[in-house]
């Protein structure tokens, strides 16, 4: 059973940036799919922020594109994320997920416990 | 972007009834193989949301078959056939149609 598990600082200043890295046990990420952020302010719903192939290819989400980098390390099963000049209104739960994509299907099937990021001096 | 809306955003609910919970895009899910891409989601309290439906109307593995989607096009339900306490939550419709993929505003299931 695939497994996902976010890491990374719990504070950031602002016009710093935010890195995270989720580990992905139960499951090789080169075996394919895509692997995905989803991020959810306190209190609000659900946005996505993007996803990476195992290969590299990646989606952002257009309105943090400028900001946003996503990488894998297939070395170390895992893939990272990071959103550069953040901002209070970047404080929010972010969630990495696997996101399963066919012909016949595209949801997020996996989901990590979600790490709280809160940006302030 | 597609925007999905739902209704109602607050849902009380007397364990063993029914309930319902609607979603609506603003553009079709329709893909050209016949399925709707059109997801659902619940995050139970202080969990991270887990996937009930896909396609509209298929259950995910684990999902009771108290549950069932129904819908195409840009007009989705949700159906709970008898609420049990633990299905307390915000359940969430997600499109899957074309990026950005985008949700629903959330609608919260709570026990009256």
């Known amino acids: 059973q695939v497994q996902l598990q976010e890491s990374g600082p719990g504070l950031v200043k602002p016009s710093d940036t935010l890195s995270l890295t989720c580990a992905v046990s139960?499951?090789?990420?080169?075996?394919?799919?895509?692997w995905g952020w989803i991020r959810q302010a306190p209190g609000k719903g659900l946005e996505w922020i993007g996803y990476?192939?195992?290969?590299?290819?990646?989606y952002y989400n257009p309105t943090l594109k400028s900001r946003v980098t996503m990488s894998v390390d297939t070395s170390k099963n895992q893939f990272s994320l990071k959103l550069s000049s953040v901002t209070a209104v970047d404080t929010a739960v972010y969630y990495c997920?696997?996101?399963?994509?066919?012909?016949?299907?595209?949801?997020?099937?996996?989901w990590g416990q979600g790490t709280l990021v809160s940006v302030s001096s | 972007d597609i925007v999905m809306t739902q209704s109602p955003l607050s849902l009380p609910v007397t364990p063993g009834e029914p309930a319902s919970i609607s979603c609506r895009s603003s553009?079709?899910?329709?893909?050209?193989?016949?399925?709707?891409?059109l997801d659902w989601y619940l995050q139970k309290p202080g969990q991270s949301p887990q996937l009930l439906m896909y396609?509209?109307?298929n259950r995910a593995s684990g999902v009771p078959d108290r549950f069932s989607g129904s819908g195409s096009g840009t007009d989705f339900t949700l159906k709970i056939s008898r609420v049990e306490a633990e299905d307390v939550g915000v359940y969430y419709c997600?499109?899957?149609?074309?990026?950005?993929?985008?949700f629903g505003q959330g609608t919260r299931l709570h026990i009256k």
């Open positions: 553009q079709s899910l329709l893909h050209s193989t016949g399925n709707n891409f």
């Open positions: 997600m499109q899957a149609l074309q990026n950005p993929i985008t």
């Open positions: 139960g499951y090789s990420i080169s075996s394919g799919q895509w």
């Open positions: 997920a696997r996101y399963q994509s066919g012909i016949s299907y595209h949801y997020f099937d996996s």
């Open positions: 990476i192939y195992y290969g590299g290819n990646t």
């Open positions: 396609l509209g109307s």
